[in-house]
């Protein structure tokens, strides 16, 4: 009995003696002990295994969960990577055109293909505002088509094309106006083609009425006039202005006004635009406006106050 209590006791320190935390004359007892005890030094020689084996087995899982965490954060970097190229891409394909007027006549003769009456396009003059791209043109393949297109800017510094409008002119110098929006408020675009030296106003012709309602007894017309700096030109005016500048034309006040008309004067302010009539009144209205569904296209052009 005294021998089996002996061994259960060192079978007992036998893991704290394999840590080195038994004390100097506790390690003498059970070394004495082992060196004429079977039983007991097998027990030892297998728990001193059993401790190296689990002193290599977190290395291992340490190294394979390493491994595994590089190999995912390898992944998600690429897959972030491929996400970001595959977007630019996609990004680049819309916002695609510089500011080159051969790269713009081109972006408005590929989007005006599919339409009716589709324009070769020659870009004339080129207008920004807030990332916003005004650009005047002419169609090549007809010599009275005139129009405008609207592009917006990318953060690439490209640019996408969003809308064109086009109208007949019936003159061969040229002033046409086009209703725009930026920023939700509204603009008229004024674009001036091969104005001849004789031509030394513009004016934007309104009709409007001097009492309220619509009577055609009060109907008038009045004219906002500016001069004329250059014998092609873009020009922006925001509806706000234009009606300001309307209302001081007359000495009463002016109800319901429309932009209906330009006109061109001479140096003396003579209206001389019949004097370059190219085309009989009543020529077959050819003014259209393309646009990209998702943006909204046109306006009605009316401009009230």
Do not use: W
């Not at 009716?116 to 088509?145: C, H, R």
């Not at 309602?213 to 250059?230: D, I």
């Amino acid at each position: 009995m005294k021998e089996e209590m002996a061994c259960s006791i060192v079978q007992d320190l036998l893991p704290n003696y394999i840590e080195k935390l038994t004390s100097n004359e506790t390690n003498i007892v059970i070394e004495k002990h082992l060196e004429t005890c079977e039983n007991c030094k097998e027990a030892y020689e297998q728990m001193t295994v059993d401790v190296g084996n689990t002193e290599k087995v977190p290395d291992i899982e340490l190294k394979f969960l390493k491994k595994v965490k590089r190999t995912r954060l390898l992944a998600a970097v690429l897959c972030i990577a491929l996400t970001l190229v595959l977007s630019y891409l996609l990004y680049d394909s819309e916002f695609h055109y510089s500011i080159d007027k051969e790269d713009l006549s081109l972006a408005i003769t590929e989007f005006t293909a599919p339409f009716k009456n589709p324009v070769d396009a020659y870009v004339l003059e080129t207008k920004e505002i807030d990332g916003t791209l005004f650009v005047s043109f002419k169609d090549q393949s007809n010599q009275n088509m005139y129009g405008i297109a609207e592009f917006s800017k990318g953060i690439n510094q490209k640019y996408r094309i969003i809308r064109t409008q086009k109208e007949l002119s019936e003159y061969s110098s040229v002033v046409e106006t086009y209703p725009v929006n930026i920023n939700d408020e509204q603009y008229v675009a004024v674009s001036g083609y091969n104005l001849s030296e004789e031509i030394r106003y513009y004016g934007l012709d309104y009709a409007t009425y001097s009492e309220p309602g619509q009577l055609s007894e009060n109907r008038v017309r009045r004219t906002v006039k500016f001069e004329v700096k250059n014998p092609q030109f873009l020009e922006l005016y925001s509806v706000e202005e234009l009606n300001s500048l309307l209302k001081k034309t007359s000495n009463g006040p002016l109800y319901s006004a429309y932009l209906v008309a330009t006109s061109i004067y001479d140096t003396v302010g003579v209206d001389i635009t019949e004097n370059y009539r190219i085309l009989e009144k009543g020529t077959q209205d050819m003014s259209s406006g393309t646009g990209k569904a998702e943006l909204g296209t046109g306006t009605d052009g009316v401009l009230c106050f």
